[in-house]
């Protein structure tokens, strides 16, 4: 008995001489708890990418998200993405063909299927600038392409109706990618590798520093780094920052058509970039991925808008709007498709002017970075963006010249 008193006056005498009373104990559990080697902010599937590579490389990580994971509100739910070669810029080009490993390799990680093939068709004449670049670009990169002449472009997709004067650029080894499935995958292996994920749980300010205090609507964290990858959202957590980035938000409104003869078409329907085969609308379409017979198409832009008022935007006359625009191509270019959807959504793709990204370190603090400006293109390499945003939290080189996604770039708007 008098031992265990003396051991427990020795205790408590050196508890209170290092100031490590029960409510110190506890407040230090609660920091230990609240440290993180990184924070992601933003679950999208750029955020999420990143993150799974993070936690993957051993980082103990947080993800935030200010809504329930997967969501709507953003720009990386839906149905299916295109995954192509077919780029203009070398670097893209370059990357994507990384970026479809990445997805056979998540494929075996989450024993699941994600990869559709399908292959993609650029049409046009020989003055279809994005054509004959992207052709450019495929010959630099020895990949693999086929170039349709008129005759051949009707023979082998007659679904569509293209002038005589047309040709078509056909990447075979296209595809489409299960984006709502791929999407999950990256949340539930960033658990699996020891992630902490918080939901419905909105960044109200980031103090920057050493290290860096992250402030939510119900804690307070501190890390090493911070990304930020918060989507359209990303300029309001930027500007308190002090980079005021080139970032417009747009409310682009997603439509399916059906295919009145999809039992003669089935298995034969190409993704499509029609940017410039037919005016000034730059629409685009791909065959669902569940095979039910609707091909999804979209206007590569919409109406500037603020994201936590996506909807405010005078949705009626805007949808009549795009589906007049697409009904009218529909009549022109693929008149076995109904002319009017038979469902629509909606999503917001945040552009830049020359529709690059902004992948890069604060200039003033080179422990917060900043993944933001997708433009609507940036699914298919979202693998890639999390091991880039991860090889600058490591202090690595970078697998690709980081230039093009510089926050201090010549910014030259991009008109394909």
Same mark, same amino acid.
């Given at each position: ?9 020795? /205790?408590?005498?050196?508890? *209170?001489?290092?100031? *490590? ?63 192509? $070669? ?15 490993? *990445?997805?056979?390799? /998540? ?32 010959? &630099?990169?020895? #990949?693999? #392409? ?18 005589? %004067? ?14 709502? $499935? ?22 109200? &300010? ?13 804690? &307070? ?10 989507? @359209? ?9 002090? =980079? ?10 997603? #439509? ?16 499509? =970039? ?9 629409? #685009? ?37 795009? %589906? ?7 009549? $022109?270019?693929? @008149? ?26 604060? @200039? ?22 999390? &091991? ?29």
């Amino acid at each position: 008995m008098a031992f265990v008193s003396t051991n427990c006056k020795l /205790l408590c005498r050196l508890s *209170c001489s290092a100031n *490590c009373g029960p409510i110190q104990l506890a407040r230090m559990s609660s920091a230990t708890k609240n440290r993180y080697e990184c924070i992601v902010v933003g679950g999208g599937i750029e955020g999420s990418a990143t993150a799974y590579e993070l936690a993957k490389n051993g980082k103990k990580t947080l993800l935030l998200d200010q809504f329930s994971l997967p969501h709507t509100k953003g720009s990386s739910h839906g149905s299916n993405r295109i995954i192509r $070669k077919t780029y203009e810029e070398d670097y893209f080009a370059a990357m994507v063909t990384e970026s479809f490993q *990445c997805w056979f390799d /998540l494929e075996k990680e989450a024993n699941t299927t994600l990869f559709k093939s399908v292959p993609l068709l650029v049409p046009g004449n020989i003055e279809s600038k994005f054509m004959w670049s992207a052709k450019d670009n495929l010959d &630099k990169l020895n #990949y693999n #392409y086929e170039l349709l002449d008129g005759s051949e472009l009707r023979k082998r997709f007659p679904m569509f109706k293209h002038p005589g %004067t047309f040709s078509g650029l056909l990447e075979s080894e296209a595809g489409t990618l299960k984006s709502d $499935k791929a999407w999950s995958c990256l949340l539930d292996l960033f658990v699996k590798y020891g992630g902490t994920k918080r939901e419905n749980e909105k960044v109200l &300010k980031i103090v920057p520093g050493d290290i860096i205090t992250v402030e939510s609507i119900s804690e &307070k964290y501190e890390c090493d780094h911070v990304i930020l990858a918060p989507g @359209p959202w990303a300029s309001k957590m930027t500007k308190p920052l002090g =980079l005021d980035l080139q970032l417009t938000p747009e409310r682009i409104g997603v #439509y399916y058509y059906k295919d009145r003869e999809y039992a003669k078409h089935r298995g034969n329907w190409p993704s499509f =970039l029609n940017y410039e085969a037919w005016g000034e609308h730059k629409i #685009y379409g791909m065959p669902c991925h569940e095979d039910n017979g609707l091909i999804k198409m979209a206007i590569h832009y919409g109406p500037t808008i603020d994201p936590d008022a996506r909807d405010d935007v005078g949705e009626k006359k805007l949808i009549q709007m795009e %589906t007049n625009i697409i009904s009218e191509h529909i009549r $022109k270019t693929i @008149p076995t498709l109904e002319d009017r959807p038979t469902a629509w959504e909606s999503c917001i793709y945040t552009m830049t002017p020359d529709w690059s990204f902004y992948l890069d370190r604060h @200039p003033e603090w080179r422990n917060v970075i900043v993944a933001a400006g997708f433009s609507g293109h940036g699914f298919k390499l979202a693998p890639v963006v999390g &091991k880039l945003l991860c090889e600058l939290v490591m202090d690595k080189k970078p697998s690709y010249d980081m230039a093009p996604f510089s926050i201090l770039r010549p910014m030259k708007a991009y008109h394909p």
